[in-house]
């Protein structure tokens, strides 16, 4: 299992989850990674140095999978996040948080698509810790372990259309974000839905769009100059009763 937090201090620190191990970690910090963000700087645990990955670009693994659940459930992740172990989600040592990965289980076949939002786990010969429910997906929740294969899809895009695709942005933490949390055919609809989310997150507007010759009024939540304060506040939303939520690039 990971711990639920790496965190972002220079001082080494004893984390210690319920029911869980006890780890030492400690964020490697100098003069040539002090424009990293602390996630992205080496960082050791219990005396081992792991170095994350600055792009995902061409990375493919074999190893075992494990998982974690109710223990680590409601924590913080590597990324700020509140781990959901009903949501669909992984751990994984050294790859950029946010990044999606393929993880195939070479036991049946069975694959799937998760997103980074931690780290972890440092258990040796395990390479992804899968929340319960991937885990359960891929039939790992069982046996505990799998061999699998895991191949980094980049950071996960929707158009209008809904159609998904993955990329490396040129900078992952800057641009412009909104989150569209719904499309409706009625106008009132819509904006009434803006309205309400403007007084929760301080920004939120409709757009309109054609699909199929049919005029839609989307909602987008929001005004992120990060993609990663994006994303979280995407899995706010989807928790507080949006599912199908996700981020879009403004112009």
Excluded at 23 to 39: F, M
Excluded at 61 to 78: I, M, N, P, Q, R
Excluded at 148 to 172: H, K, M, T, W
């Amino acid at each position: 299992m990971s711990p639920p937090v790496i965190p972002l201090l220079l001082l080494a620190l004893v984390i210690s989850a319920c029911g869980g191990p006890a780890y030492n970690t400690r964020v490697l910090d100098s003069p040539s990674t002090a424009t990293l963000k602390g996630h992205q700087k080496p960082y050791t645990v219990n005396g081992q140095r792991y170095d994350p990955l600055l792009s995902h670009a061409g990375f493919i693994e074999d190893g075992l999978a494990s998982w974690y659940g109710k223990d680590f459930h409601g924590k913080k992740t590597s990324n700020g996040e509140t781990y959901d172990m009903y949501g669909i989600s992984a751990a994984h040592k050294t790859l950029p948080l946010g990044v999606f990965v393929r993880v195939h289980n070479r036991n049946n076949g069975k694959e799937m698509v998760v997103r980074i939002n931690d780290r972890g786990p440092f258990v040796k010969g395990r390479i992804i810790d899968l929340s319960y429910a991937a885990a359960k997906e891929l039939d790992v929740v069982g046996p505990g372990t799998a061999p699998v294969r895991i191949e980094a899809l980049g950071y996960q895009r929707r158009d209008p259309s809904g159609a998904i695709s993955y990329n490396a942005p040129a900078s992952y933490d800057s641009g412009h974000f909104a989150v569209q949390i719904g499309a409706f055919s009625l106008a009132d609809n819509a904006r009434r839905l803006a309205g309400e989310m403007e007084k929760r997150y301080g920004a939120a507007g409709v757009q309109t769009g054609t699909v199929n010759g049919a005029l839609f009024h989307r909602v987008r939540v929001g005004s992120f100059r990060s993609l990663a304060v994006a994303e979280t506040t995407r899995d706010e939303l989807e928790r507080s009763g949006y599912p199908g939520c996700f981020v879009v690039a403004q112009e």
